[in-house]
């Protein structure tokens, strides 16, 4: 880890609400948590190297073979697998986006190009990196323009991060959409899908052909016995998605509103849970520390993202009682 993440709630003892990580609260894990009380004794013994057992229930879920999935150690393991599966490659990366796909092409000893726009994508391109929807902003891309896209470039090998694509109501790519393209990989997070942040669950969905010049790469073992056995379960659990998606969005739009409408705070416009705003003066460190240390609530300070300054921070969120408390602690800070 070369740049590090947002959430450091371990810096921040007593924190009440995080709205630091994009993973929504209000999900009741009693029943997962019985489940892996269950399956503890399997402990003793080791998991299947490459967690075909999660696999094949992803297959059956998503209906394309098992032979199109890789099961890996949380998106962030799936995005260093693909690095280095063509480590030494010329690698595109469209920001300001998550920090992980430049700190794996670095591990991996690509050149990479920094652009903030798809229309910079040259003939030399050989992966393009792309998270959708977009971690820190929420942006969607429009998916018949991203489809054109990648058919234009076919010498182009496309990196699509879908970690959100479950909390978003626009279409992104299904997995057999995937599966169909010789030239995209899509990355997965059932971390962000069933909030489980802990027990690191993420695939990788591509032709059977692509996605073994990256299962190759994967170390035996990555994924462990409960986590396999929770991902299991919670497919079974949830044959749809468990967040109302109607309902955060809402939720979103309306805290959104209320931050634009303090007049000192631009809001970027999202299609997702999160927000990505700017203070118009003071810094994002300043506020989160404020808020950390004064109310207890963590927020993401955004000024390490690539294209993004020290005024820049993002919020998931949280239940409607803790978006209130936290807009409120924000509004106070503004008028201290």
């Given amino acids: 880890m070369i740049n590090g993440h947002g959430?450091?709630?371990?810096?921040?003892?007593?924190?009440?609400?995080?709205?630091?990580?994009?993973?929504?609260?209000?999900?009741?894990?009693?029943?997962?948590?019985?489940?892996?009380?269950?399956?503890?004794?399997?402990?003793?013994?080791?998991p299947a190297p490459d967690a075909q057992k999660l696999a094949l229930s992803l297959s059956q879920r998503l209906n394309i073979t098992?032979?199109?999935?890789?099961?890996?150690?949380?998106?962030?393991?799936?995005?260093?697998?693909?690095?280095q599966a063509f480590a030494g490659s010329h690698s595109c990366i469209l920001a300001p986006t998550f920090s992980e796909y430049n700190d794996a092409c670095l591990l991996h000893r690509h050149h990479i190009t920094t652009v903030y726009t798809p229309q910079s994508i040259t003939?030399?391109?050989?992966?393009?990196?792309?998270?959708?929807?977009?971690?820190?902003?929420?942006?969607?891309?429009?998916?018949?323009?991203?489809?054109?896209?990648i058919t234009q470039h076919s010498d182009?090998?496309?990196?699509?991060?879908q970690s959100y694509e479950s909390l978003t109501p626009l279409p992104v790519f299904t997995a057999q959409?995937?599966?169909?393209?010789?030239?995209?990989?899509?990355?997965?997070?059932?971390?962000k899908e069933y909030a489980v942040p802990g027990l690191r669950i993420g695939y990788i969905t591509a032709h059977a052909a692509l996605l073994k010049q990256i299962a190759v790469q994967r170390m035996p073992w990555s994924v462990n016995t409960l986590a396999i056995e929770a991902g299991c379960f919670l497919l079974q659990q949830y044959p749809y998605s468990p967040f109302c998606i109607d309902d955060l969005?809402?939720?979103?739009?309306?805290v959104s509103h209320q931050l634009q409408a303090l007049g000192c705070i631009e809001v970027w416009p999202s299609n997702t849970n999160f927000i990505l705003a700017q203070l118009r003066f003071g810094?994002?460190?300043?506020?989160?520390?404020?808020l950390a240390t004064q109310h207890h609530l963590l927020i993401r300070d955004c000024s390490n993202f690539q294209g993004l300054d020290n005024r820049f921070f993002r919020i998931a969120i949280q239940s409607p009682s803790e978006n209130e408390t936290l807009l409120d602690a924000i509004e106070e800070f503004i008028v201290q």
């Fill in 249 to 254: 969005i809402d939720e979103q739009q309306y």
């Fill in 123 to 149: 003939p030399e391109t050989q992966l393009f990196w792309l998270c959708n929807p977009n971690n820190p902003t929420g942006k969607v891309w429009d998916k018949e323009e991203l489809q054109q896209f």
């Fill in 283 to 290: 810094t994002a460190t300043a506020l989160k520390e404020y």
């Fill in 177 to 191: 959409e995937a599966v169909s393209f010789p030239n995209v990989i899509l990355i997965h997070s059932m971390t």
């Fill in 66 to 83: 098992p032979q199109e999935i890789c099961v890996t150690n949380g998106a962030t393991e799936a995005i260093y697998l693909t690095a």
């Fill in 7 to 46: 959430n450091d709630k371990h810096r921040y003892p007593g924190i009440v609400s995080d709205f630091s990580s994009n993973v929504p609260s209000g999900i009741n894990h009693a029943a997962l948590e019985e489940h892996l009380k269950q399956c503890l004794p399997l402990v003793y013994d080791y």
């Fill in 156 to 161: 182009t090998l496309f990196v699509i991060d």
